[in-house]
């Protein structure tokens, strides 16, 4: 999940719809920004939507994209103008911010926890405009909504279905770097198969990860693919044939080691995250098993629709099992290699968290 990384990754960050070729993205760079996108089918209106991404881009295959696809799509359902900025290292997310600010946008959203200083420098001094930073609620201003989500549960539910596929009694995942909205997924997707193995009395061990300690498998980057492909490799040689990255543009490392494992005659599968990786990185759906979902697009749409009609709240936005804010993904070209049995414990599970009778908790949770 390229999310960031730096000094400032103690905040949250980290990682789902429709994806993009690279000639359908009109994707600007830290110079000028490009001529507000069209209205679409809805009414035409004057109202500004901006984006601005972390160095991920918009077409990370995750949560970068989401975001915009979510906006694209606002775009066309209620008739808004748009400007965007592709940010391509962290040197341009105060420039990129700086140049939503002087186009007049209405509403700013800002894609990653690593925004966050930028987005605080910029909101403070233009206090009349809004923001919505995604992954991040350590901001603490009237003009700024915090968009989050307590991906642990349906990262919970993925570690369930993970252990349930394993021949090995070994799954794996790892991080890009050590921080909450990375380990949050962890601590999901661990708690998911502890309960499986005390619901079915097995012992599937989870590689990569430790959520006592907090302590794992972690490349410290979010943009060297190779450094994806390298810590599965050393999951699967250590045993694990299901495996879940959470680090972004690292989950394509991934999965070209889930298709090198198999096409070498071993049974690896692989876990997604923030978007469902059978649309968004189809290059992979032959081994993925499911997907941990942030319905991102839909969030900034509701955020949008908001803010235009006068009701922006800077109230943290938090996405649950509950509003459909997390999702599982459907298990698309595996679905026949999950039982009957285990999709209705799923359910059960599902309604248990939504409940309250089956408590999930993270560290990394929002509150």
């Known amino acids: 999940m390229k999310n960031s990384l730096r000094s400032n990754a103690k905040r949250g960050a980290t990682l789902g719809t429709i994806a993009l070729g690279a000639t359908a993205l009109l994707l600007s760079g830290c110079g000028a920004p490009p001529a507000p996108t069209g209205s679409g089918t809805g009414t035409a209106s004057s109202y500004l939507g901006c984006i601005v991404s972390d160095s991920g ?22 008739g808004i103008q748009m400007k965007q900025a592709e940010s391509s290292s962290t040197a341009d997310f105060e420039p990129n911010l700086n140049q939503m600010a002087n186009a007049g946008c209405n509403l700013t959203f800002t894609v990653g926890f690593l925004l966050a200083d930028a987005t605080t420098k910029v909101a403070t001094a233009d206090p009349k405009a809004h923001f919505a930073i995604i992954d991040d609620n350590s901001i603490k201003l009237p003009n700024v909504k915090p968009v989050v989500y307590d991906t642990a549960q349906a990262a919970f539910m993925a570690g369930y279905v993970a252990a349930s ?40 061990q989870v590689l990569g990860w430790d959520k006592a300690s907090q302590q794992g498998v972690f490349t410290n980057t979010f943009e060297v693919v190779q450094e994806g492909t390298k810590a599965t490799n050393n999951l699967i040689g250590d045993g694990a044939d299901v495996v879940m990255p959470v680090a972004g543009p690292l989950g394509k490392g991934a999965g070209d080691a889930v298709l090198a494992a198999n096409a070498a005659g071993k049974s690896v599968k692989l876990v997604w995250v923030d978007s469902d990786g059978f649309l968004t990185a189809p290059a992979y759906k032959s081994v993925l098993l499911t997907s941990v979902i942030k319905t991102m697009g839909e969030a900034v749409e509701t955020i949008v629709k908001d803010d235009k009609a006068g009701k ?56």
């Open 57 to 78: 881009g918009f077409d990370d295959q995750s949560f970068n994209q989401s975001s915009y696809e979510g906006l694209k799509k606002t775009v066309t359902d209620l």
């Open 165 to 204: 596929q394993s021949k090995t009694g070994k799954v794996g995942t790892f991080g890009g770097v050590n921080i909450p909205t990375v380990t949050i997924f962890m601590d999901g997707f661990a708690d998911g198969v502890a309960y499986f193995n005390k619901q079915k009395g097995a012992s599937v």
């Open 312 to 367: 922006f709240d800077p109230a943290p936005y938090i996405g649950t099992l509950a509003n459909d804010g997390v999702q599982l993904a459907p298990f698309h070209d595996l679905d026949a290699s999950v039982s009957a049995d285990t999709k209705a414990e799923l359910d059960t599970i599902k309604k248990d968290i939504i409940s309250g009778a089956l408590k999930v908790e993270s560290a990394a949770s929002p509150k």
